[in-house]
């Protein structure tokens, strides 16, 4: 069965850190470039953060520039989103997903982050 399954939500405090990891079963994530999404209550979903799936080069929304790291580990087919220093707008459900150059694409279910005091 081919799934995505993030994990690593949680509340915590403005300043503190989180690590998301999407895990990938039944396929490969060799050959996919992973995007992170996020969506806020009441507003559309955005792209945080992607890296790709020839070169591990990297993007980030200006958003989150210089506090969350994407990274990769291809052994244990998943995929991590370092977040540092947050904040309450970071506040969201977080998604993985995993997409080949064909457009095809699987989407994770999502971990919920929130950020209050």
Known sequence: Q???????????????SLRLSCAASGFTLDYYAIGWFRQAPGKEREGVSCISSSDGSTYYADSVKGRFTISRDNAKNTVYLQMNSLKPEDTGVYYCRAQRANGM??????TLVTVAS
């Open 105 to 110: 694409a699987y989407w994770g279910k999502g």
């Open 2 to 16: 081919v799934q995505l399954v993030e994990s690593g939500g949680g509340l915590v405090q403005p300043g503190g």
